[in-house]
């Protein structure tokens, strides 16, 4: 503290405004108050004054402000003109004159207010409200199931209620029973039975007319006669059919009772009365296989081990077993005979409808369906019981219905299993439309690459890979160099056609030029690989030894971090001897960056450093050119000096881009809802596309589905839609997802459980008090069919201690946890666990420390698989500091001052910083270098 402090009137940079209560009234100077008040201030009474701190300093004159302007001097408030001249004054003391006396008041003696209390409310009536539209409603499936009711197979109307209960009652059989007694009564009521269907039934062979829809026998089907069974094995065969009977219903009746087992002794004496209308209406559904059990299928004991199976002395577990197996096959012989005899009558559909629904067999039913030329309905059979999407999409082309088979196959990922199916059985008709419609499928999403091997077996279909090349090409980028590698080495082109493409792509001096080389060089070698003599061969290896030499020079500049066998071999792949040998030797440069030795690089951008729009969010694409988003100016793609390309008219605070850069989403807020629009960076055009209410949403997304959480599901949103459309969701999470990430093989999310308090922000929890860990979950899906691997409690350590934490999501899964303590800014990256039963120690990962200041807090958090970035907001500014996962330290940190927020992107080659000022900043952190740094304007 010095003995003499002198603050005089004037401009100074006020950290906040004094406004005197008994001078302006109470109500004048709450006013007041809240009219320079903002985002993060805070309130605060002083005696007869009301405080007023700003979250970041203005530029004030004392003599002409509303308010006396408070300015920070050697660690205490001042509010000038003052002299001061006592040393004893504690720290962060507010020092004003008030009756010709300077006044010193403590920070103990502030009372923090809250403004909300101020206003009064009492007169206030809500008015009438009409809303302009209506509500987003659910989400439509993108893909609605057809399935084949029971009733379109059978023709005819089912007591499906009446089958459901019984369904319900057999599950209680399966409880073990006693081995139930063969009675006297059951036989002599069953023989009976028996004997009268017998004596009433039509003889075969006696002129008996066919009905309607039967046919006759075809000679194939003839087979020959078997030897009838001697008189001791039919009385057999008929004696452990009864005894199998008596058994059913004797514990069907003391299990159920006698309504339910006299329905299944009327069920079977249908079947062997031949009233097979009658019977399949009562005809209870089985298992296909006995190790295929389903809840709804007839056991009368369920597997258990052996001890537990001894229903009574003297009696083993393979007995127990044996009967459950013989009531099984009992009643699949009875399906299969009528089956057989159905078919034999041509009725079909009837036939197929015990194969799908009594025995399970579907696969069977579909087959049969489609050779009887029911190919509609073999198509609905397929996709209504979920069987491999392969064998829908088939059925679906076969049935005609081509629309259908491709948005099935796009809805499931089915195209290249589909592919392989069709190849394998030879059907070249429709592996020629399903190759054509996957291909085109692939170009709309932005795999040109792909696209291009998928259509290229069809000859008169190349021209179409040709444009689907230049397009690729002419976006330039990684994406451009493997598309002309494929141009050159099928012959589509000389050297002499690529030339100026060629003049281009090696002459870019930037870091994305070199990356795009080697991804060039890269291709060029797998390609001489498979191919050594193809058609563009020798034009390949030209400009492969162009490549290697353009590669050399960037690894001299230190553009590039290629090692020397990854050059070795692609200097042998051009066939040039003296070239492989005449390599220099080469440092191993990738080692030196990510050791620890290397200082942390710092920079500096002044607040007078500015562009003309404030950028919302940035994105770098594949091809080196950066998306820009503006707010409600539009989105902005710029060239990598800064030159505008092109420009969108959709509003966009944030973007989403996707995995190939060929399109992206803007998403621009309304209220609780987010507006959602598509922008296609190829044809250079965007289009509104749906208002949604989202929490969280993974930052790209591949192959048209976008992984989004609304207040009640996660779903996967169709991209290629015309309106939001769910291809996938699953819903009653039981929470709020904040967080989603989805890379190519996995999608992860992470869920706050619903009951359980999440501020966002620091002033919604009390100061001075602990934030209570919250009860947070992470589950974890395999792609690209969702499939749900793990699910598991991400417990909160004692470590996270304070006022306000984020929650986020590493690109492989990993849970990242960020928290704000006292003096430190604390961050822990968890390694992605493999498994459910994963541990939850913090050893499975790594903390990453920063120092705190007076009044920082943490505004943004990016993560790639080997880094992590944090941007803070302070007095001067935003700093943003970068650190390696592999051991938690920095390695470089950029202070943008004047802006209050920054957008973060960071992936494993690049981070990517733009600010409410108009500065764009890329920073390489392989190379450890500045590629770019701009002014939006």
């Known amino acids: 503290m010095p003995r003499a402090l002198h603050v005089p009137a004037g401009h100074h ?357 489609e050779k009887h030329d029911k190919l509609e309905l073999a198509a609905e059979l397929a996709e209504g019981r979920k069987v491999q999407p392969a064998v829908v999409v088939r059925q679906w082309l076969v049935a005609g219905e081509v629309s259908r088979a491709i948005a099935y196959a796009r809805h499931t990922r089915a195209f290249e299993a589909a592919l392989l199916l069709l190849e394998r059985r030879g059907e070249t008709d429709l592996t020629r439309s399903l190759r054509v419609a996957y291909a085109d499928h692939l170009a709309e999403t932005g795999e040109l690459e792909r696209a291009v091997e998928t259509i290229w077996p069809l000859a008169d279909a190349r021209a179409l890979a040709d444009r689907w090349i230049e397009l690729g090409i002419a976006q330039g980028g990684p994406e451009a160099a493997r598309l002309l590698a494929q141009k050159l080495m099928r012959g589509s082109a000389s050297f002499a056609d690529v030339r100026e493409q060629l003049r281009t792509m090696l002459s870019a001096a930037t870091p994305d030029g070199a990356r795009t080389r080697w991804v060039l060089a890269r291709k060029l070698t797998n390609e001489l690989g498979v191919a050594p003599k193809g058609p563009g061969a020798l034009g390949a290896k030209a400009l492969l030894s162009a490549v290697v030499r353009a590669s050399i020079a960037d690894r001299g500049l230190g553009r590039s971090i290629l090692s020397r066998a990854d050059l070795t071999r692609a200097a042998r792949a051009t066939g040039d001897g003296a070239l492989a040998a005449d390599l220099p030797a080469l440092a191993d440069l990738s080692s030196r960056l990510e050791g620890g030795g290397i200082a942390v690089d710092t920079f500096l951008f002044e607040k007078s450093d500015t562009g003309s729009f404030g950028v919302d969010a940035a994105v770098l694409l594949p091809n080196g050119r950066i998306l820009v988003a503006l707010g409600e100016a539009g989105v902005k793609m710029l060239s990598p000096r800064g030159k505008t390309i092109a420009t969108f008219d959709v509003p966009a605070h944030a973007l989403v881009v996707s995995a190939k850069g060929e399109s992206a989403i803007a998403i621009a807020e309304r209220g609780r809802l987010k507006r959602l629009s598509k922008i296609d960076l190829l044809w250079r055009k965007a289009s509104r596309w749906d208002e949604l209410e989202l929490t969280a949403y993974a930052p790209t997304y591949r192959e048209g589905r976008w992984f989004v959480a609304t207040p009640t599901e996660v779903v996967a949103l169709d991209v290629l839609a015309s309106r939001a459309a769910t291809s996938w969701r699953v819903d009653r999470l039981g929470g709020r997802v904040v967080s989603i990430r989805a890379s190519e093989l996995t999608m992860a999310f992470v869920m706050v459980q619903s009951e359980h308090t999440w501020p966002s922000e620091r002033e919604t929890w009390p100061p001075g008090e602990s934030m209570p860990a919250p009860i947070v979950e992470l589950w974890r899906y395999d792609l690209p069919s969702p499939t749900l691997r793990s699910r598991r409690d991400a417990a909160m350590t004692k470590s996270w201690d304070g006022r306000a934490m984020q929650l986020g999501l590493t690109p492989e899964g990993g849970l990242v946890r960020v928290g704000e303590l006292e003096s430190t800014i604390l961050v822990f990256v968890e390694r992605a666990h493999r498994s459910s039963e994963s541990s939850e120690s913090e050893s499975m990962g790594i903390f990453v420390e920063w120092p705190k200041g007076e009044g920082t807090r943490l505004c943004a958090v990016a993560t790639s698989t080997g880094r992590v970035a944090l941007a803070l907001l302070g007095e001067r500014g935003v700093e943003v500091v970068a650190f390696r996962r592999s051991d938690g330290k920095p390695f470089v940190h950029a202070l943008f001052e004047g802006t209050e927020s920054v957008s973060l992107s960071l992936d494993e080659a690049q981070l990517v910083v733009g600010d409410r000022l108009g500065r764009v900043w890329v920073y390489d952190v392989e190379l450890g270098v500045v590629a770019q740094d701009l002014r939006v304007s």
């Open 13 to 369: 940079d006020a950290q906040g405004l004094l406004f005197d209560v008994e001078l302006l009234g109470l109500d004048r100077a709450r006013a007041r108050a809240l009219s320079v008040m903002g985002p993060g201030s805070e309130v605060f009474s002083v005696g007869p004054f009301i405080l007023v701190l700003l979250r970041s300093p203005r530029l004030l004159d004392s003599r002409s402000s509303r308010g006396g302007v408070v300015t920070a001097r050697a660690g205490l408030l001042l509010v000038p003109p003052i002299s001061l001249q006592d040393p004893s004054v504690p720290e962060s003391s507010l020092v004003f004159r008030r009756g010709g006396e300077t006044q010193v008041a403590p920070p103990i003696s502030w009372v923090r207010e809250d403004p909300s209390r101020w206003i009064d409310l009492s007169a206030y009536s809500s008015p009438t409200l009409s809303p302009l539209g209506e509500p987003p409603g659910p989400l439509p499936a993108a893909l609605e199931v057809k399935f084949v009711p029971k009733q379109k197979l059978l023709h005819a109307d089912i007591d499906a209620a009446a089958i459901d209960a019984l369904r319900e009652a057999l599950d209680r059989v399966r409880e073990e029973l006693p081995p139930p007694r063969l009675r006297l009564v059951d036989l002599l009521r069953s023989w009976w039975a028996r004997a009268k269907a017998s004596l009433s039934a039509p003889k075969s062979g006696s002129g008996t007319r066919l009905g309607a829809g039967q046919v006759a026998m075809e000679p194939a089907r003839l087979e020959l006669p078997r030897l009838r069974p001697g008189l001791f094995a039919r009385l057999r065969e008929r004696l452990g059919a009864w005894v199998m009977r008596g058994r059913l219903l004797e514990g069907l009746q003391r299990a159920l009772g006698m309504r339910q087992a006299e329905y299944i002794g009327q069920m079977l004496d249908m079947f062997e009365r031949g009233d097979l209308s009658q019977a399949l209406r009562h005809a209870i559904p089985i298992a296909p296989s006995r190790g295929e059990l389903e809840p709804t299928s007839l056991g009368l004991a369920k597997p258990r081990p052996r001890d537990e199976l001894r229903i009574s002395r003297g009696e083993t577990t393979m007995r127990g077993l044996a009967v459950s197996d013989a009531l099984f096959d009992h009643l699949r012989q009875t399906y299969r005979r009528a089956y057989e005899r159905l078919l034999r009558e041509g009725r079909v559909e009837e036939a197929a409808y015990v194969l799908a629904e009594l025995i399970g067999e579907t696969y069977e039913a579909i087959d049969l369906l």
